[in-house]
């Protein structure tokens, strides 16, 4: 028998200072009885696991509501404190036991802390029924029992006995996964809504067993989102100059919102920062990357080459899609250095990229279009997106000349190898396949590149001569408008006289 329990035998018709109204009890502990809650208006104090589990107690008032305690009104708690006043606890053998088994042919009664303590078991969901020791349901034995009578709890990393007991609970989820029970309790505490197996991170069937043996699981947000100024780190920008030297004069931690004191952060991590004048920095739109970030992209970067090389040697359908200037590819490289030096007539020079011609301008004179200001005019327009298509149409033509020189340095550079030996030979002819590979394809770019720019003019001139055409009716409908208003003086003039005629006859 505990010391509680004795204390309560020895003072059987005095109650305890600030104990719960039902369980007498001062004991403020969460974990094991709730929260011992205090109405002011009342002068009450009362378990939270207590008004629970009160039998004959309903809860008709709101859970936030004044008039009440966690949503139980003040008058059905009194009422539930007299209806106790004739109960006695099977443990304690004191009064106010407002706890019962759920059997129905079990007359148990007992305080809410004596049944924690005597292994009673308190289901917290529905109805918040409760099991004497005697009647309280078990887990299940596992189907594979364990090889050690013993396990390692996954919350306190402590020892666990592994078998079906009144402290140890088993996963529906993990096979041979053991908890204590206080462990699970705690976690549950703690975690609320997020509670969870801590193994597998199985949500529903890990709750409903838990629930099915007496964890009691809150509905509220985590301890760890109830805390004030919970994750206000991620709200903290690194402030400071990391750069060796730091020339600021006022110090690395010195961080004004402008000027050439400002600090930046690093483009890859964000962890380390610079002044834009440590950093030789023009603006804060600049690019700059710290000294650790710095190693790994140049390792990353001397990755990629290697691997872009070994896939470029492996797939000859590696070649630009649609090239705009042709030069001298890596293979073509690679067979100058081959032979360059043992042969005495091969030869191979870069090609260079083709210069930009001169485009053909295509204003037509004379033009009596209307202006706007600051926008050029629709004909304009039409003029200059035809002088692109021209220009474009003379650079695809440059780029045909310059791949068919190529081409015809590769024809030498074989007749060439044909003298050497065979492996070399074999070798020569695998390069100059790839190379023809990639000037077919860039032929067939350009010869597509060019019928779509012939019909663009082809479709500009069509344009154009419309816009001529309309712009000669327009100026002969102006001139046919000037001529009929020459017209119009005469014609009044004549019937000016006619009508004085017509009025010299009437007076005669």
């Not at 034995?141 to 090889?147: A, C, K, N």
């Not at 200001?373 to 997106?385: A, C, I, K, L, M």
């Not at 220009?391 to 024809?411: F, K, M, R």
Request: net charge positive; hydrophobic share 30%; aromatic share 6%.
């Amino acid at each position: 028998m505990g010391k509680r329990e004795k204390k309560r035998l020895k003072h059987k018709s005095e109650r305890v200072p600030g104990a719960c109204l039902y369980c007498n009890s001062n004991e403020d502990n969460e974990l094991k009885y709730g929260k011992l809650i205090y109405n002011e208006k009342k002068k009450i104090r009362v378990h939270h696991y207590c008004l629970l589990f009160a039998s004959g107690l309903c809860q008709r008032g709101q859970e936030n509501d004044d008039k009440g305690i966690e949503g139980f009104l003040i008058p059905d708690i009194l009422e539930e404190y007299k209806r106790g006043a004739r109960l006695r606890c099977v443990y304690c053998k004191q009064s106010r036991a407002t706890v019962g088994c759920v059997i129905k042919s079990c007359r148990s009664m007992y305080h809410f802390g004596c049944g924690v303590e005597n292994r009673a078991l308190f289901l917290f969901y529905d109805n918040f029924i409760s099991y004497c020791q005697v009647h309280r349901p078990q887990q299940d034995e596992p189907e594979l029992p364990s090889e050690s009578p013993t396990s390692t709890c996954p919350i306190c990393l402590e020892s666990v006995e592994a078998k079906v007991s009144d402290d140890t609970l088993r996963t529906p989820c993990c096979t041979n996964s053991w908890f204590h029970r206080i462990c699970v309790q705690r976690q549950a505490l703690s975690a609320g809504y997020f509670f969870r197996c801590g193994i597998c991170n199985n949500k529903e069937d890990f709750q409903r067993e838990m629930k099915q043996f007496g964890i009691y699981i809150p509905e509220q947000d985590a301890a760890w989102e109830l805390e004030d100024n919970a994750y206000q780190e991620l709200y903290q920008r690194h402030n400071q100059c990391d750069i060796e030297p730091c020339i600021c004069p006022k110090g690395r931690k010195y961080h004004p919102s402008r000027g050439q004191w400002e600090v930046v952060l690093c483009d890859t991590c964000g962890s380390r920062g610079c002044h834009l004048t440590c950093g030789g920095l023009a603006n804060q739109w600049d690019d700059w990357v710290c000294d650790q970030c710095e190693e790994v992209v140049d390792k990353s970067d001397v990755d990629s080459e290697v691997f872009f090389r070994s896939t470029s040697r492996s797939s000859a359908n590696h070649a630009m899609a649609r090239p705009r200037a042709m030069t001298t590819s890596p293979t073509d490289l690679t067979i100058t250095r081959n032979y360059a030096a043992g042969t005495r007539s091969c030869q191979v020079t870069d090609v260079a990229p083709p210069s930009t011609s001169s485009t053909q301008s295509l204003t037509p004179q004379g033009s009596n279009c209307r202006r706007r200001r600051g926008r050029p005019s629709h004909g304009q327009r039409r003029e200059r997106n035809a002088a692109d298509a021209m220009s474009s149409l003379a650079n695809a033509s440059q780029e045909l000349e310059a791949g068919q020189t190529v081409l015809a340095g590769i024809e030498g550079m074989l007749q060439t190898a044909l003298k050497n030996p065979l492996s070399e030979v074999l070798k020569a002819v695998h390069d100059i396949q790839r190379s023809v590979v990639q000037i077919n394809q860039t032929t067939v770019n350009l010869q597509k590149d060019i019928t779509q720019l012939k019909a663009e003019v082809s479709a500009i001139s069509v344009r154009q001569f419309a816009i001529v055409d309309q712009q000669r009716r327009s100026r002969n409908l102006m001139k046919r408008i000037w001529e009929l208003e020459q017209d119009e003086v005469p014609l009044q003039d004549v019937k000016r006289q006619r009508k004085n005629r017509t009025c010299r006859e009437i007076k005669t």
